[in-house]
T-cell receptor, first 113, second 111 residues
Framework: KAGVTQTPRYLIKTRGQQVTLSCSPI?????VSWYQQTPGQGLQFLFE???????NKGNFPGRFSGRQFSNSRSEMNVSTLELGDSALYLC????????????FGQGTRLTVV | SQQGEEDPQALSIQEGENATMNCSYK?????LQWYRQNSGRGLVHLIL?????REKHSGRLRVTLDTSKKSSSLLITASRAADTASYFC???????????FGDGTTLTVKP
């Protein structure tokens, strides 16, 4: 069974640009959650999508957005990039959400210069 | 601050020894999950323990949950150098609709 796939693995962007990250969940999983991990803030919850609807949202500015497609694949977009957005972005897939095991992808390492 | 807080922040032991790390949280939970993360990589799911469970085992891993003390512990027995990683607990509350991670315990197992 294929795991969670995140693309790209590494990304370098310039301040002010925008970026789109992709996450393909495990087959049969309908929930995809996104997290930002930085040395200073640890793992911070961004949002969760379930059946193409955003079900929960963390405390991030509106520059961070996402969506989920009918095949459960999810994308996350960050507009007007700032240096502080440099982080490891992780997505997790689960069958139903927080009451079921969540499996993570390898992450996308975003560097903003 | 994070819902889950791991203790200790860092732990260094010799191969073959047992490693115990703790997680405390503040509000009621539906379940608690433990993860391992090797440097710069994704998180690997270890165990999920539900609020009505007190103990679970998986191979060399033993997780306990004490909801009255709002705490959980992860025990790794007969540790190996390959167990060197950061370990995180994540608490899930259905009402909140999300899992909240602690800052992690960095475990170093010396060969």
């Amino acid at each position: 069974k294929a795991g969670v796939t995140q693309t790209p693995r590494y990304l370098i962007k310039t301040r002010g640009q925008q970026v789109t990250l992709s996450c393909s969940p495990i087959s049969g999983h309908r929930s995809v959650s996104w997290y930002q991990q930085t040395p200073g803030q640890g793992l911070q919850f961004l949002f969760e999508y379930f059946s193409e609807t955003q079900r929960n949202k963390g405390n991030f500015p509106g520059r961070f957005s996402g969506r989920q497609f009918s095949n459960s694949r999810s994308e996350m977009n960050v507009s007007t990039l700032e240096l502080g957005d440099s982080a490891l972005y992780l997505c997790a897939s689960s069958r139903q959400g927080t009451n079921t095991e969540a499996f993570f992808g390898q992450g996308t390492r975003l560097t903003v210069v | 601050s994070q819902q889950g807080e791991e203790d200790p922040q860092a732990l260094s032991i010799q191969e073959g020894e047992n490693a115990t790390m703790n997680c405390s949280y503040k509000t009621s939970i539906n379940n608690l999950q433990w993860y391992r993360q090797n440097s710069g990589r994704g998180l690997v799911h270890l165990i999920l323990i539900r609020s009505n469970e007190r103990e679970k085992h998986s191979g060399r891993l033993r997780v306990t949950l004490d909801t009255s003390k709002k705490s959980s512990s992860l025990l790794i027995t007969a540790s190996r150098a390959a167990d060197t990683a950061s370990y995180f607990c994540a608490t899930a509350n259905t009402n909140a609709g999300k899992s909240t991670f602690g800052d992690g315990t960095t475990l170093t197992v010396k060969p």
